[in-house]
Structures are given as C-alpha cells and as structure tokens.
C-alpha cells in the first residue's frame, strides 16, 4: 500500500515554498495525521523547520548525489510509519542543476517518486498572467502531474475573488490562497546563507508554530491529502545496509555554530561505531574520550566570539590531534573552526585551532555555492586515490593559506579552496568545503571509522 504524498513546488524560486510547507505539515500534523517531511535538493536549514514540526526528521531526496534506486528507497524507508508524506520541492518546478536538463529538479524527483505536485504562485503585481504561467506548467511535461495550485501573497479579498474567476476554466485544485502578511516575513529569519538554523531559534520554536498554524488556516488541507492519495506505487529492492560495528569512538560537535548535518550520516556512524558523543564547541570545556572528531557545517562566524573564547575546547582538539590520540574530519564551517583565525567582516581576528596553517576571510557574497564535483588525488582517511564525488558547497569564506598544504581533491566543478581543489589533507586528517552525504557514497563513511579505529 503505497504511502500518500504530495510535492510542494514553485514556478520559481523565492516563492514561500518553506513557509506553506511548513503550514501544511502543521496542519496535517494537528488532525492527528503522522506527517513525514522530505527536502529536495542538499539544504540543511529548511529540513530544520519540517523537523520541528513534525515531530520526525525531515529527508532529503537528492537526484544528483542520490542514485535514482537510493532515492526510492530513502523515500520509501522513511514513509513506511506515517500516514502521509509533504516533499518541499527546490527553485521552480522545473529549474535544474545544469539549466538544460531536468537532472535535480523538483520535477525529476517528482517523477521519481511518481507523486503529485502542488505549485505555488504569486500574486504578488500580476493577475491574469498567472492563467499563462500555468498553462506553460501544465503542458511544460506532461509527465509532472500538477494536481493544485496555491496562490501566495493575495493583497484582498478582491483579488483573491478575481484570481479565482481566472482558474476556474482549468483542471486543478486551488487548494490554498495565502494573503500578504509581515509579520510571516518577520518570524521567518533570513541570514546570508538563507533562513536562520532552528537550532538557533529554540526559543522562538512557540511563534514559529503559530505562524505555520496562521499559513495552514488557510489552506484546504481535505484537498491536499485528496491530491496526496493520487501517488502512485513504487516498486524498489530494499537496500540492505552493512552491519559491520567497529572499534572506534566518535565524537560530533552539533549545537549552534556547527549544525549542518545531514542525520543520515549521523545515524551511520551510530550504527557503525561503539559509540557516538556529541560536544557543544561553545560550552563543553573537555573532549570525551573519542577516535574521531567529525565537525560538519553551521555559522561559526556567527559565534567566532564565543568559539574564540572556549580556549581549553580548542587547545584540547589541537593537543589530542598533535599527539595522535584523534582523527579528525571537517566539512566546511568545520575546515574553518580548523584553521589559526577567522577574519569577520568588520576586520576583526578571532583565534581558532589553527591545525590548518591560514586564516579563514568573511566575504559579503558566496564564494562557493552549489554541487561540487571532486576527483580524490591521494588517499585520506575518507576517501581514496581515484574516487570521485558529488556533494554540495555553501560558503561566504575564502580561505588564505600561509604555508604548503596537501589536498586531497581536485576540483571538477564548484569551488572549493581555491577553484581548483579542495579538501586539506594530513595524517589522520581532513578538512574541506564540500559537504558529502553518505547515501551518496557510503564506502568512505566506512573508511573514515576504520581508518580512525583504535
């Protein structure tokens, strides 16, 4: 019996993709519903919000580093326990990794999955226009079946009666008119890399569910899961994942500044290892007893103050690694924590651990942003000579080494360091910009643990 699902999309992007996902899980969670939430595309923020409020994690479903079968089945795992799943969809509906092909569009994975999808648009300085926008829709690919639509940013009751006027001559749902609303705009916080972590707004988790309950009042939610049953079934060979346990001890550093983790790698290194700790950089003044230190990404920039300040944290990390008592493995905020200093916008220097022989420089624009293409070029503890990579960049920092560093990855596409590698590699070390997922490649998520092991 194949699991309801619907597809929350966009003609483009910046649309409030986020904001109406997140009303329709409140809403559906509220009539008793388990709701499981997925995120197309690498994000890490945006599944944070679904997460909370629906009460399991959010997914994501990624047609670039996921191979199609890996897809299916991260779907299909993770819905076989709820009644209903909501996939925020990423940009427009049909706007893609190379912007030629439909590879790592929402529509891809919409027929993935073969689930229905709902797409928003605006009203925002347009009226009739939107009848054309969504006849390009409907007959872009007849493949993508668009079952409703969502008008966001209605201004009154006038225009929501003459946009309704408008649709009535076609085929699809208005399962939702959202009006214009401030406030919505002011609870969610946006910050360089996007909306802020959840992680960071735990005190603000009682407005954020107000205003996903605001959103959801005025959405049909009766029609979304009539929409959501028209997902048809799926058909997958269960991957059946790899029970080796090893001998070794991993510590996470997860709180504020360093929160991007997708938990698919967390709960492999879970079910791989002996045990696994998780640290607070900004007030844990001591390691554990670990093997292996695995720093993901967040906004250490943010915190440097504070990251600068817990000084016996830091000379702790620096110590075990110098005396080869951890492994450490860092993916971009992580890299950054890394190095001597980091340098903030308004000049300021704030000292760091300093195992990366440079300092890390906050720019006002991205300086890597996307997927990244990486070829290994010599062994580490992650990766080997000759393996290649997908995984995804997000970084307003550019990193000025002093001396020679090795690297351990040349860069086929992204950023990375410098534009032509990536991945700062020593003994029992790594540190780099890309984040890799490891239902993308899970062998060096093996070989991390076994090259750290006691």
Known sequence: MRTP?????????????TSITMGIIEGLKKMG?????FKIGPDFIDPSYHSLLAGRECRNLDSVMFAKRTLISQFIRNTRDADIAVVEGVFGLYDS???????GSTAEVAKIIKSPVILILSAERTNRGLAAILKGFLSFDKEVKIKGIIVNNIANDRQRDKIERIFKYYDVEIVGMIRRDEEIER??????LGLIPIEERREEERRIEEVARKISEQIDLKKVLEIAKEAEELEVEPEIPDAQRINVKVGIIKDRAFSFYYPENI?????????????????????????????????PE????????????????????????????????GLMLMCDKLVDLSGEEHDLIGIIDGDVFMERR???????????????????????????????????????????????????????????AKERFLASYTHVHVLHKRDVFLNLLLSSSA
């Open 33 to 37: 519903l388990r709701v499981q939430p």
């Open 187 to 192: 609870v969610m916080g946006y910050r360089h």
């Open 5 to 17: 699902a619907v597809i929350i999309s966009g003609y483009r992007g910046k649309i409030g993709k």
């Open 267 to 299: 709960e492999f290194l879970q079910a791989h290892s002996d045990r696994v700790y998780f640290i607070d950089s900004l007030n844990d003044r001591t390691l554990p007893e670990i093997d292996l230190l695995y720093v993901g990404g967040g906004f």
């Open 302 to 333: 943010v915190y440097a103050s504070m990251l600068s300040r817990n000084k016996e944290l830091l000379k702790e990390i620096r110590a075990r690694y110098d005396r080869g008592r951890i492994s450490i493995y860092a993916e971009c905020g």
């Open 97 to 103: 990794y190379d912007g030629i092909t439909e590879a």
């Open 366 to 424: 991205p300086v890597g942003h996307g997927y990244v293409h990486l070829k290994t070029v010599k062994d580490t503890i992650f990766a080997k000579k000759g393996d290649e990579l997908i995984g995804h960049e997000f970084h307003h920092s550019r990193l000025k080494l002093r001396g020679e560093e090795s690297f351990a990855y040349e860069v086929m596409r992204g950023h990375g360091v410098d534009g032509k590698h990536d991945g700062i």
